[in-house]
Structure formats: C-alpha cells, structure tokens
C-alpha cells in the first residue's frame, strides 16, 4: 500500500513537471516572437551552412516544410512531446523504487526532474533533454533485455554522434553512458568495451565542431532568415541583443568576458551551496544503501574514472558559458537516473539502515523546499537560491 502511494507522489510530480512546460509552451505560443533561448536553441539549423548545434534545428526546419506548420509552433510542439517521452520513460525506470528518506530526497529534490518546475520559467526543455533519453532508455533496456553482439554499443555511438550535432556541449557528458553498462557487467567487459569503442566517433566529431570558427555574418543572416514567420528577438535587433543564435557569432574569449561580468563573491558561494546541496541526495542514498558494498574495487575504479573524466570535461564550460546551474543539474539527473535504476538492478535489494523517523521525514521535506538551483549566473542571488530562508530574514 505504501509502495502504491509512492508510485502515486512520483507520477504525480511527473505531471506537475509537464504540465509547467504545457503552460510554458501555451504562453510561448502567444507571443509575437520566439524566445531568444528557450526556442532560439532549438531552431539553429543548417541553412546557412554547416555549423554546430544545428542537426535538431535543421530536422525541424524541413519538418515543417514537409508538413506545411509554422517551424516555431512546431519546435513548441516538438519540446512537449520529447519532454513526455523523457518524463513517461523515467517514471517507468524509477517508480518501483524503494521508499525511504534518501530515496525521496533524490527523486524530489530541486536539481533533478523538478529543476524545471522550481525555476520555471527560466529552465525549459533544452537539448540535455536527449541525452537523458539515451540514459534512460539504455537503462531500460539493460533491466529488460539481455545485450548480445554489437547492437547496444552501436546504438549508442550513433546516439552520441546525434547528441554532439545537437549541442556539443553534451560530449562532456558521455561518460555517464558508459556507466551503465559497466555497472550491468559488474567489470569493464565486452559490452563495456565495445560501447567505449563506439562513443569514440562521437568525440571525434565534437573536437571537430569545438574546433570550427565562429559563424559569419552572412551564415547568420541566413539562419535567421530562415525561422518564419518571425525570427528570435536577437535576429531582430541584428546581433545587438544576445541570445541561442547570436551567441554562435561569439568567440570563446566573448564567453569568458560574459561569464566574468556576471560573476561575482554572491553568485560564487550561492553555486557552492546550492552544488553541494545538489550532491546530498546522491550520497545520502549511497550511503544508506551501502552501494559500494555491491561492486567491486575494479568496478568501483572505473566509475571513478569516468565521473572523474566527465568532470574534467565539464569545468571548461563554467569557463566560457554561466549556465551553470545548467551544467549541474546535468550531473545530477544523470547521477539520479543511474542510482535508481541500480537499486532495482538485482531483486536482493538492500534495505537502507536509515531509521525513518516523523524527524527524519520532516528533515527531509525541510530540505527539499528550503532551495532551488538558479540556472544561470544572472539569478545566483540568496534570494533567489533560499526564497523562504530569505523571506524569514527579512521579516526580522
């Protein structure tokens, strides 16, 4: 009966997450022009030529053509559906979790599925959207079916080749791909190898992408002419003002001096909090499971290694870009999906020690409403990061 109850909590957050994009998505309709990040990101396509960032972008510009539909109203469309595949399959991973606090920590907390709904509506869907789907439906499928030959590892290289055209950003993040599989093998296997072997090209190409000039200004007018009836506002105001599309006009030396303008002694230690904030769920879970004891020091290595790879990966974006709530919560939902699914990796499932108190649960609740992550730079304020905290400290 609990158990259905727990189901019931999960599922129900899964549609407050959706529907606060439904909403999003409604009131982005409406308006005269599309959003300069929210939308701009999605429809960078290949009209002015090859550039980066553009595979999704181009999909959906001849989509549009082949079915007649305005390419904006169709990108909205298009985000509610991915966002619903994403949110329906994770559910289907997570909901025969086990309940405890840790497992309600890290299924609730701010920095995982309800990041959209706690920073709405600054956090849409962006492209990471895709590489949790790969993340989750490799999980699935390792918990269902029995991996034989070349078909997973290949599926995933060419699910990485998509993920890098789509943003190559996501390159950083292809480790946690790998994860899996390792932890399904228990050792660096066959499958391991193999799937190792495969995200190779995927590298291969984001070096290439990374190391491609800056757009000009004749690819870029093309671009934007290309999104009717009516381009992002960025388009509009000729590059003056910034957004998705602008910024592939920028150089990585404009990154820098953008992420330095916004940064400052607030913005750092508020990212240091809520970061650290982040990472509690994911330890305390590990912690009460004992996740370690399951695995081998190999296995345990290897882990390490690639968390370790995909962090060296990711600190050159908190370099050149202030997404960094963002980049963190990438971490954190791939981390999540992960753990969860492993908990329900074998049917010997190991009850947490943790003892579940009214005082343990109310800690928890505490906890989870008590911060949010800010997705970028400009709302890394106290205020913003601990609304409640910061509304009880000013009524004193």
């Known amino acids: 009966m609990v158990q259905k109850q727990f189901r019931l909590a999960i599922f129900t957050m899964i549609h407050v997450a959706l529907f606060s994009q439904i909403y999003l998505a409604h009131l982005l309709w409406q308006t005269s022009e599309p959003h300069e990040w929210i939308l701009g990101e999605w429809l960078i396509n290949y009209q002015g030529g090859f550039i980066r960032r553009g595979l999704l972008g181009e999909i959906l510009f001849q989509l549009s053509h082949l079915l007649s539909i305005n390419v904006v109203h169709l990108t909205i469309i298009a985000q509610i559906i991915v966002?619903?595949?994403?949110?329906?399959?994770?559910?289907?991973?997570?909901?025969?979790?086990?309940l405890s606090p840790a497992t309600v920590a890290l299924i609730f907390s701010p920095a995982f599925l309800l990041f959209t709904v706690w920073s709405w509506p600054y956090v849409s869907v962006r492209k990471e959207v895709f590489l949790y789907i790969t993340l989750v439906y490799?999980?699935?499928?390792?918990?269902?079916?029995?991996?034989?030959?070349?078909?997973?590892?290949?599926?995933?290289?060419?699910?990485?080749?998509?993920?890098?055209?789509?943003?190559?950003?996501?390159?950083?993040?292809?480790?946690?791909?790998?994860?899996?599989?390792?932890?399904?093998?228990?050792?660096?296997?066959?499958?391991?190898?193999?799937?190792?072997l495969a995200l190779l090209p995927s590298m291969i190409v984001a070096i290439l992408l990374v190391t491609r000039p800056t757009i000009n200004e004749t690819t870029w007018k093309v671009l934007c002419s290309s999104i009717q009836p009516v381009p992002p506002r960025d388009c509009l105001s000729h590059g003056e003002y910034l957004g998705a599309i602008t910024f592939l006009t920028k150089d990585t030396f404009f990154g820098i001096q953008f992420t330095r303008l916004f940064t400052t002694p607030?913005?750092?230690?508020?990212?240091?909090?809520?970061?650290?904030?982040?990472?509690?769920?994911?330890?305390y879970v590990v912690y009460s499971y004992k996740l370690w004891e399951r695995l081998a020091r190999t296995v345990l290595f290897l882990i390490g290694l690639c968390f370790s790879a995909t962090i060296v990966l990711t600190i050159p974006l908190f370099i050149v870009a202030a997404d960094y709530g963002r980049f963190i919560s990438i971490h954190i939902t791939c981390i999540s999906l992960t753990i969860l699914w492993f908990l329900q990796l074998s049917?010997?499932?190991?009850?947490?020690?943790?003892?579940?108190?009214?005082?343990?649960?109310?800690?928890?609740?505490?906890?989870?409403?008590n911060w949010k992550l800010p997705i970028w730079l400009l709302f890394a304020t106290f205020q913003h990061a601990f609304p409640l905290i910061s509304l009880l400290l000013a009524q004193r």
Do not use: N
């Open 83 to 98: 966002f619903a595949v994403f949110l329906y399959s994770t559910y289907f991973l997570i909901k025969e979790s086990p």
């Open 266 to 283: 607030e913005t750092i230690v508020v990212y240091v909090l809520t970061g650290l904030l982040s990472v509690i769920p994911i330890l």
């Open 138 to 196: 490799t999980c699935l499928y390792l918990q269902r079916s029995t991996p034989k030959g070349f078909s997973l590892p290949i599926l995933i290289g060419i699910s990485a080749i998509v993920l890098v055209l789509i943003h190559e950003m996501l390159v950083a993040y292809l480790s946690y791909l790998i994860i899996p599989v390792i932890l399904y093998e228990r050792r660096f296997g066959q499958l391991a190898r193999r799937t190792l």
């Open 347 to 369: 049917p010997a499932r190991i009850d947490p020690e943790t003892h579940q108190t009214p005082f343990v649960w109310i800690g928890i609740v505490l906890f989870l409403i």
